[in-house]
């Protein structure tokens, strides 16, 4: 096994699939609210050419995690044969998804009974009208509903992702650390990055990895003696608390702006029309789809793979003045 290594020493493990660009939000930091134009369904992989290229990243690649990814993967018709066949695979990755939860109170059950390991699930606050303004639909209960069949079905730990804004939720962090805390999930803030479709990220209107901390300086939280390896989130303990699985409570922030992890990062990025990304700020991408359609062998697919994988930049640039945020939103790259 030859695994995807890059020329700093860097070796991907984990894998990101985005099995759509569509999503049934339109949450203000990744698209305008008319939305944007999809991608034509000739042009998204197939069930077969995603389980295809799943098995061999872990098979030949030695990739161990597999996260499926959107858009909002819980649209995507195939999703529960996709997780039972990479459930299959020998030796078997961990599987992951992140989802606004819309759906997963009907598909948490099928997608556990596939093989599917635990979820992430978006929400940026718990305030009614600040979910709409944010997210331009009135489906809080549905996210809410989602989040408590998750934990019902086994999908723990459940873990909520929250992206604050400034001027809109940027106080909502306390309420949603006590909600976590409440129902045994764990909470993790995420700096906004400049992945929206409309090119207005502003890293002074950013709610930074610092101010996130000093927001949630009433519980006390005391640093993590546990190493985070190349998981994106620094953690913090809260004490007098405990998780669902009776651990001590951590709540944890992705500074990927303000505290960059890029020389840890073990990530590789596959998009819905079957592109390699090597980063997810990658402003090139290269075209597995292609291969597939023209009958490319398993070693010539895996081959291709690690030359685009051996390309990636030491950082992702963005406090370089020649940085240039990726043509494609987040929604069409994938978490």
């Not at 997963?104 to 599917?116: M, Q, V």
């Not at 989602?146 to 992206?163: C, E, R, S, Y």
């Not at 990895?209 to 640093?223: F, K, M, R």
């Not at 985070?228 to 007098?240: C, D, I, M, N, Y």
Request: charged share 25%; glycine share 8%.
């Amino acid at each position: 096994m030859i695994p995807l290594a890059d020329r700093f020493g860097r070796v991907a493990t984990d894998l990101r699939v985005s099995l759509t660009d569509r999503c049934n939000l339109r949450c203000t930091y990744c698209m305008p609210e008319e939305g944007l134009a999809w991608m034509p369904r000739e042009q998204q992989l197939t069930d077969d050419e995603v389980s295809r290229l799943i098995r061999i990243s872990v098979e030949t690649l030695g990739i161990r995690d597999v996260r499926f990814t959107g858009g909002e993967p819980l649209l995507r018709r195939g999703l529960v044969g996709i997780v039972r066949a990479a459930a299959s695979l020998s030796p078997r990755p961990k599987l992951m998804l992140t989802t606004n939860g819309i759906g997963l109170e009907r598909l948490a059950e099928p997608l556990r009974d596939a093989g599917l390991d635990r979820v992430n699930v978006s929400l940026d606050t718990l305030d009614p009208a600040r979910f709409q303004a944010l997210t331009r639909r009135d489906r809080l209960p549905d996210v809410l509903r989602g989040l408590k069949a998750a934990a019902a079905a086994g999908l723990t730990p459940v873990k909520i992702n929250t992206v604050l804004m400034r001027g809109i939720n940027d106080d909502d962090a306390p309420a949603l650390l006590r909600f976590a805390l409440d129902h045994g999930y764990q909470l993790r803030f995420i700096e906004q990055m400049p992945l929206d479709a409309q090119h207005q990220w502003d890293r002074h209107a950013m709610v930074t990895a610092d101010e996130i901390l000093e927001s949630l300086s009433p519980y006390g939280l005391q640093p993590d003696s546990v190493s985070r390896g190349t998981a994106p989130a620094e953690t913090w303990l809260v004490p007098g608390h405990v998780d669902a699985a009776g651990e001590p409570a951590r709540v944890g922030i992705i500074g990927s702006v303000t505290r960059p992890f890029c020389g840890d990062c073990d990530r590789t990025r596959l998009t819905a029309d079957g592109q390699v990304r090597d980063c997810l700020f990658a402003t090139e991408e290269s075209d597995l789809r292609k291969l597939l359609r023209n009958n490319a062998t398993d070693a010539e697919l895996a081959e291709a793979w690690r030359v685009a994988m051996s390309r990636k930049r030491a950082g992702h640039g963005i406090d370089d003045p020649a940085f240039l945020q990726p043509a494609r939103p987040m929604s069409a790259i994938g978490g």
